[in-house]
Structure formats: C-alpha cells, structure tokens
C-alpha cells in the first residue's frame, strides 16, 4: 500500500496526472481533492493572477507580472484525465471558511492570515497597493455569504467547492 500526498506546483500538469497513473499497481487508487473552477477561492486567484507570484517587482513591491499563476482547477484535471481515457468517479464537497476577521476594525492578525491564505500572498495587507487592496476586499465582500453559527451569530463565510476525483487502475 502506498500513500502519498502530492502538490502540483511549478511542474507539468498532464506529465504529472501521466506518472501517478503509472505508479499505481492494478487495483490501486488515486483520490485528488482539487478546487472547482467555480469556488469563491478559485475565482479570486483567477481574477487576481498575479497575486500569486512567488517573485516582487522590487520597484513597486508589487507581484511580479511575468509568471501565470491561473489556479490549477479540477476542469483542467478532467480534461486531461479524458484526453488520456483515465477513468475516474467525482463528487463534490464545500467548505465555508469564516472570514469575519478580515472585515474587523481593529487589525487582527487571524484576519492577516486568512487575508494572506485566500490571496495566496504573503502580508497581502502591506505588500500590495491600496487600489489592489481595495479591489480584492471589494470582491471578496461581492462573493461572500453570511451564515449563523452555533450560538446563532452572523459569520463571513467565503466558499471552498471542491471535486474529489477518485482514480482507479
């Protein structure tokens, strides 16, 4: 038996799909847990690509514009496994993440965090200029729900749909 957890990163997508197909042993499953196309998470960073980067203009201290950052998405994962004729099972599950403390008045640091999470930027609060600032809170305000909690309070919630596909050999 073997268990791996494995991120798709900086590496070929396709080629990657292809050699853990080929790792499994007949009877052996892959299962991904990849994010729709269609999650509050996925729609940001797609909106926002440049968000993502791993490298600063040292000039303006703002996200590099020379690397694609679209999120990898499930569509793209189907794609490929049917392009290669890899069957597999899908099923969805949400997840709502409590985002009330990034709208706080005071500055909180589980607020930064979650902050630096959805946007996939370190200190996303001080990193980025006031407009993309401003714009980013916008969007996430306009794609947000308001759930209750357990003592029936109102909480920010930013939604986190993903496909489980499970792989078979």
């Known amino acids: 038996m073997v268990h791996s957890i494995y991120c798709v990163g900086d590496t070929d997508l396709e080629e990657a799909l292809r050699e853990l197909q080929d790792l499994l042993e007949p009877g052996g499953v892959i299962l991904m847990v990849v994010l729709t196309d269609h999650t509050g998470v996925g729609k940001l960073v797609n909106t926002f690509p440049n968000l993502a980067t791993k490298e600063q203009n040292s000039a ?6 020379t690397k694609s950052n679209r999120l990898v998405n499930s569509t793209d994962v189907k794609s490929i496994l049917d392009k290669h004729k890899i069957a597999y099972t899908q099923s969805e599950y949400t997840e709502f993440t409590d985002i009330t403390a990034c709208f706080l008045e005071e500055n909180t640091i589980t607020g ?6 959805l946007t996939q930027t370190l200190d996303f609060k001080t990193s980025v200029s006031t407009d993309v600032y401003n714009k980013v809170m916008d969007f996430i305000k306009d794609n947000m729900s308001v759930r209750k909690d357990q ?3 109102d909480k920010l919630c930013f939604d986190s749909v993903c496909d489980i596909l ?3 050999k």
């Open 112 to 117: 930064n965090i979650l902050l630096d999470g």
């Open 60 to 65: 303006t201290n703002e996200p590099s514009t």
């Open 166 to 168: 499970m792989i078979s």
């Open 151 to 153: 003592h029936d309070s």
